[in-house]
T-cell receptor, first 113, second 117 residues
Framework: AQSVTQLDSHVSVSEGTPVLLRCNYS??????LFWYVQHPNKGLQLLLK??????LVKGINGFEAEFKKSETSFHLTKPSAHMSDAAEYFC???????????FGTGTRLKVLA | DAGVIQSPRHEVTEMGQEVTLRCKPI?????LFWYRQTMMRGLELLIY????????DSGMPEDRFSAKMPNASFSTLKIQPSEPRDSAVYFC???????????????FGNGTRLTVT
């Protein structure tokens, strides 16, 4: 079955240090991949998307993600964490010919002062 | 672009009452989705529409839940009668072309927080 796995339910980093949020998907067949961020009491906001163009995707707020087909991964990174990055992050995948967006279970990012 | 607009933002009601949640998708988007989010179950897809037609309602928990999309700019999710276990945040989202079609992303509203006492 098609699925997406976020390997860490919680990640803590210090302000100013790099962020790495991991995401693996189950099938390498032409996926579209997305990262969303959800701040408390807010909806999910699109950070970036991969749709078979450049493998390194740049998003908003300094985030980027690299599509690695050989590893079926789409990890989210940011060089330097800011306090305002504290939120929950969701990795989402969809496949051609299917009719669902498949959500990961989310990673809660905590940024320490 | 005003984004996806949901109303109300908060709804508190008593068990047994009817609840109606409303959504206005982004203009020009052909797909509309209703999700429910709880701490225990995370994000769950309830139903989605393509060009105002319900395509997949397998996520609707039971007959107490119903959704309509009378036109391209408006959708409702109704719960009748409501129960305490329906307490959750309900999100509406829209997308231009839908899943599996050229990587069209979902655009979410800010949600309706429903509390049933």
């Amino acid at each position: 079955a098609q699925s997406v796995t976020q390997l860490d339910s919680h990640v803590s980093v210090s302000e100013g240090t790099p962020v790495l949020l991991r995401c693996n998907y189950s099938s390498s067949y032409s996926p579209s991949l997305f990262w969303y961020v959800q701040h408390p009491n807010k909806g999910l906001q699109l950070l970036l998307k991969y749709t078979s163009a450049a493998t390194l995707v740049k998003g908003i707020n300094g985030f980027e993600a690299e599509f690695k087909k050989s590893e079926t991964s789409f990890h989210l990174t940011k060089p330097s964490a800011h306090m305002s990055d504290a939120a929950e992050y969701f990795c989402v995948v969809s496949y051609p010919g299917t009719y669902k967006y498949i959500f990961g279970t989310g990673t809660r990012l905590k940024v320490l002062a | 672009d005003a984004g996806v607009i949901q109303s109300p933002r908060h709804e508190v009601t008593e068990m047994g009452q009817e609840v109606t949640l409303r959504c206005k998708p982004i203009s020009g988007h052909d797909y509309l989705f209703w999700y429910r989010q709880t701490m225990m179950r995370g994000l769950e897809l309830l139903i989605y529409f393509n060009n105002n037609v319900p395509i997949d309602d397998s996520g609707m928990p039971e007959d107490r839940f119903s959704a309509k999309m009378p036109n391209a700019s408006f959708s409702t999710l109704k719960i009748q009668p409501s129960e305490p276990r329906d307490s959750a945040v309900y999100f509406c989202a829209s997308s231009l072309r839908g899943p599996g079609q050229g990587g069209s992303p979902l655009h979410f509203g800010n949600g309706t927080r429903l509390t049933v006492t």
